[in-house]
Structures are given as C-alpha cells and as structure tokens.
C-alpha cells in the first residue's frame, strides 16, 4: 500500500487515499474530460509507472524513448513501405489521415490511422523466423488490449498487388460521412 503522492493530490486525489497493485489514483486530464480512473487491465493506453517518484501515467503514443528510432525507420523505409504510404498520405484512404512509423507503447507500427484506431502492417522476412513471429504476437495482443486493430500484408503483396490490398483497407475503414 502506498500513500498518493503530492502532485495527484493536487489534481484532486485526496492525500489519504492508498494504493495497491489492483487500483489505480483518479487523474484529472489535460483535455476538460472531467477525471479518468485510470486502470491497468482495462486500458493498457494508460499504463502505470512505478518507482521512487510515486505513482504517475506513462504517455504510450510517441514517446520520446522511441522518437529517434521512428526518425531512423521513416528514413529507411523498405520499397514495399513506400508503395504503401503513396496511397495513405494526404487522406488520399477516405480521408483518414495516417501516420507513418507510430509509436504505440513499446512497439513502432508502420501505419497508424488514431481515428479509427487501425494499424496496417507490412511484414517483410524477419517477421517468418521464430523469434519474429514471438515479437509479432506479443505486439498484437497489446495492440488489441489497447483498442486498435491491426491489418497485416507481406511485403511481395504490397509490391505485386497494389490494387487489391489498396481494397482490402478500404474494407476495412468505415466510411466518412462527406
């Protein structure tokens, strides 16, 4: 059990209010939505971090510990990733917008539409070895805890078969009222 630490007492968690390994503090959030009970197992996009400074939220989406990986993949990007974001950039799918090497949690996505909550992935060889497929499924489930759906294609389909996958995501998206 631990007391509340300072600055959640301030954002209106009583100072006298303990915690354990199963609940988790009221956070007021930056956006006026009111206060968020914030849990673990319910909603992995507000993951907890515990350590000496307390209790406090982890920010999962783009997180700076990432940010010079995604920089680097965004630069490198295979020849089936480039075919791809041709047809995802500048809300040319519906009009979606997407974000190209996203940072979710731990994982960097490919392609990442937060509207819908979809993440489309192009796997290329490494994604087939033992250990790929481990990574991939770890990846997945944490993905799928957290609300998002993920799309996957193989590297020779995005190249050999535009049209078709190009289909395939557009039946996937709902469509946008105009």
């Known amino acids: 059990m631990k007391k509340v630490p300072r600055f959640l007492a301030q954002r209106g968690v009583e100072g006298g209010v303990k915690l354990d390994e199963k609940s988790s503090p ?4 930056k956006r006026g939505l009111g206060r968020v ?16 400074g307390g209790v406090k939220p982890m920010k999962i989406f783009n997180n700076k510990i990432t940010k010079e990986r995604r920089r680097e993949l965004r630069k490198a990007q295979t020849d089936s990733e480039a075919v791809l974001w041709r047809i995802l950039r500048n809300k040319q799918m519906g009009g979606y917008k997407f974000f190209r090497q996203y940072g979710v949690g731990p994982y960097i996505v490919d392609f990442y539409c937060p509207l819908v909550k979809v993440v489309i992935e192009v796997d290329g060889g490494q994604h ?8 991939d499924y770890k990846r997945e489930k944490f993905l799928k805890e957290s609300g998002i759906r993920v799309i996957r294609f193989n590297n020779l389909d995005v190249l050999n ?6 289909e395939s995501i557009q039946k996937e998206l709902p469509q946008l009222p105009l």
Request: charged letters at 35%; a neutral charge; glycine letters at 6%.
């Open 26 to 29: 009221l956070f007021s959030t």
């Open 37 to 52: 009970k914030l849990d673990e197992k319910s909603s992995p996009l507000f993951s907890i971090k515990r350590g000496l």
């Open 128 to 135: 087939y070895s033992e250990e790929g497929l481990k990574h």
């Open 161 to 166: 078969n535009k049209e078709e996958v190009f």
